[in-house]
């Protein structure tokens, strides 16, 4: 009892913590995973086999973790490095991109082909933002977004920030659509053994439904607060630098990031587990960069990776106690057995919580959760893992600290003179954010049950 009460106790101090955002997210959960290992798996537990297995290194070490053709690559517990190794690879490739200037070239070629008209930017933008976040992590899409747009409103005097809230939502929906487009999906995917066609033709139908209807939703509540009809520019006169300062990088950043897409696709086919194609990228990027591989190398957001292994050896306490085995029975009680309701359990409980707190450790936790769901009432686990991952994805679009890319991208406009309020943001994301969600509950019932 000992062991279990410490847990609850340990996760519940993590996730206050993480919410009240004083002190860094990567000493919190690295804390909280020590606490966890000395109070849980040593005293109370006194097991060093719960710990190793928890800890999972060895299965980095094990052939399937790099290559499971023919076999599943699902980790049944403890701390996903295949999440970890692939983010860390993915932030390699992003900073040389970043490096070489391609996504400042992106977005303002993208800019003119839409004649610099602030509503055609707008709509483009929205897209842009969507399709870039299903293969790159949102918050650098928001980061070079945001900037991007900023600089172009003050070009052609247009109100930045009603584009910046849009971009946000359909960057964290984009991310919905695949594996690699969000953590949450990363984490599940990698957990439970899914690939990332498998997001693909699941989360990223409904995905591609759900951003046509937010967009439309978007243009006709947002289009009107975008420029005052007496501040519209002569798109002739515009001189926005459009250029590449070196073609060579450029045109290898570019295809590394081909290169990526087309492991990612077809990794189920090769067998190449995401983890693999991490560190393959990573090698790509490092070895062309040449003398600048070294400051790509130190521009990596570490304390993220940090973060995330501390939070999952946390929620491997609450898996290895039982502890979360007996929230996946009281779901199944309060649901009475109806599929119906427990799905529509998972996406609202996970879309409302997301909204407050990070949804990586939501997700990391409820994993567990819905696979001892399938256990014992015999749903199927991959439409959970769906609603889940939908939930989650979406419903931290809901308020500006549900996700990180919403943090980011207020921050940015905030510091360059436009700042968006709880009220604001709230007032235009939250009615998009149910929308979804409805659209989402429906396409799963009409296309799973």
């Known amino acids: 009892m000992f062991a279990e009460i410490m847990a609850i106790v340990i996760f519940v101090a993590m996730f206050i913590m993480i919410v009240w955002d004083r002190f860094p997210k990567h000493y919190v959960t690295l804390i909280c995973g020590a606490l966890a290992s000395i109070f849980v798996f040593g005293i109370g537990m006194r097991s060093s086999e719960a710990f190793l297995e928890t800890i999972a290194v060895q299965g980095i070490f094990k052939p399937s973790f790099w290559y499971a053709a023919g076999e599943s690559a699902e980790q049944t517990s403890g701390v996903n490095w295949a999440t970890i190794i692939f983010l860390w690879g993915m932030m390699v490739m992003v900073e040389g991109m970043a490096d070489a200037g391609f996504f400042d070239w992106l977005c303002l070629k993208i800019a003119k082909l839409a004649h610099y008209e602030p509503t055609r930017i707008f709509v483009a933008f929205m897209v842009l ?25 003050r070009t052609l005097k247009f109100n930045p920030i009603p584009v910046i809230m849009a971009e946000i939502f359909c960057a964290n929906l ?17 957990s439970l053994g899914y690939s990332f066609s498998d997001f693909v033709v699941n989360t990223g ?15 006709f509540t947002m289009r009107g607060k975008l420029q005052n009809p007496n501040d519209k520019v002569d798109p002739s006169t515009i001189d926005v630098d459009i250029k590449i300062d070196n073609l060579r990088e450029f045109l290898i950043s570019t295809f590394i990031f081909a290169l990526a897409v087309v492991l990612l696709v077809t990794h189920a086919m090769t067998g190449l587990t995401v983890a693999f194609i991490g560190v393959a990228i990573a090698a790509v990027t490092l070895i062309a960069s ?24 946390v929620v491997g306490g609450l898996e290895q106690t039982g502890v979360l085995v007996v929230i996946a029975n009281f779901i199944a009680k309060v649901s009475g057995g109806n599929v119906h309701v427990m799905l529509a359990i998972i996406l609202w409980i996970s879309a409302i919580a997301s909204a407050f707190i990070d949804n990586i450790p939501f997700s990391a936790t409820m994993i567990p959760v819905i696979k001892s769901l399938a256990a014992t009432t015999g749903l199927d686990l991959s439409t959970m893992a769906w609603t889940l991952a939908i939930g989650t994805d979406i419903g931290g679009s809901m308020t500006p600290i549900g996700a990180s890319a919403n943090v980011v991208g207020i921050s940015t406009a905030g510091k360059e003179g436009y700042p968006i309020s709880w009220a604001t943001y709230c007032k235009e994301l939250v009615p998009g954010t149910i929308i979804v969600l409805i659209v989402s509950m429906i396409s799963i019932y009409v296309r799973y049950l």
Do not use: E, H, Q, W
Not at 131 to 152: E, Y
């Open 290 to 313: 040449g003398r600048k591989a070294l400051k790509l190398l130190k521009r990596v957001d570490y304390f993220t990776l940090l973060f995330f292994i501390g939070l999952f050896i």
């Open 174 to 190: 984009g991310g919905s659509a695949t594996m690699c487009g969000d953590p949450p999906n990363i984490i599940i995917g990698t």
């Open 205 to 219: 139908v409904i995905g591609a439904i759900s951003l046509v209807i937010i967009i439309v939703y978007f243009y």
């Open 129 to 153: 933002a969507a399709v870039l976040s299903m293969f790159i992590d949102s918050i650098t899409v928001i980061l070079f977004l945001a900037a991007v747009t900023i600089r172009l409103a």
